[in-house]
């Protein structure tokens, strides 16, 4: 699990080979923002609509505690970019993935580690466009590039975008990627683009073993309550 919290900041997490993530500057990733958790740190949320944002759904929960975060303690801060923003709004309610277990961090904790957070108000579409839900069933191996934008540790208050990395493995609703990542990267949106249109495939759930001495940065396929 990635999110940045006092529970993890003994090491940083190294990327896959060279780190291919470079500052984004693409004003479509303002849907992207930080989820400040008040008093805990934070993760990366997406705006999938008006007043949905999507993250990983162990952001959300306190991690000693296991106790379930109040969401007027979470705050979605999008296009966030050193102190400025285009939008802030406070959660009004949490909706988190039926299989869910806090504290559990397995591959099949992860399958299910999905949040969506109700936003208190919605924000305007001329402000920030939301990216919608990837409803591909299409192979996903090896073949469609992915796009993951995030904020982590070693740079808190820019939002990184790291272009082209793949997915190397399917297991049921997760995919194990060769994208880079690091604490604070948790619920970071997998975007794929077609024709011009970004959509939300997955979000980064954390770094899993899958080897002798082979790492891979998982992400869930995402999903939303019908």
Request: with cysteine; hydrophobic share 40%; net charge positive.
């Amino acid at each position: 699990m990635l999110s940045q919290g006092t529970e993890a900041r003994d090491r940083d997490i190294a990327p896959f080979g060279a780190d291919d993530r470079v500052i984004a500057s693409d004003p479509r990733f303002r849907a992207v923002g930080r989820l400040n958790v008040a008093g805990r740190g934070f993760c990366t949320a997406t705006l999938i609509a008006p007043s949905l944002v999507l993250t990983a759904a162990h952001c959300v929960f306190h991690a000693l505690t296991g106790r379930p975060v109040e969401p007027e303690d979470l705050h979605f801060v999008a296009g966030f970019r050193k102190g400025r923003y285009v939008a802030h709004r406070r959660g009004r309610a949490v909706s988190v993935h039926d299989g869910f277990v806090p504290g559990e961090r397995t591959l099949r904790a992860m399958g299910h580690d999905i949040a969506l957070v109700v936003l208190g108000d919605p924000v305007d579409g001329r402000m920030v466009r939301p990216i919608p839900l990837d409803k591909t069933t299409e192979s996903l191996r090896f073949t469609v590039p992915l796009t993951v934008v995030s904020y982590a540790r070693d740079r808190a208050y820019l939002p990184s975008v790291e272009r082209g990395c793949v997915v190397r493995a399917v297991e049921g609703r997760l995919l194990h990627t060769d994208c880079d990542t690091n604490f604070g990267g948790s619920g970071a949106p997998a975007l794929t683009e077609r024709d011009g249109t970004l959509t939300v495939l997955g979000l980064v759930s954390g770094v899993a073993r899958v080897g002798a001495g082979v790492r891979r940065t998982v992400v869930v396929r995402a999903w939303q309550p019908e």
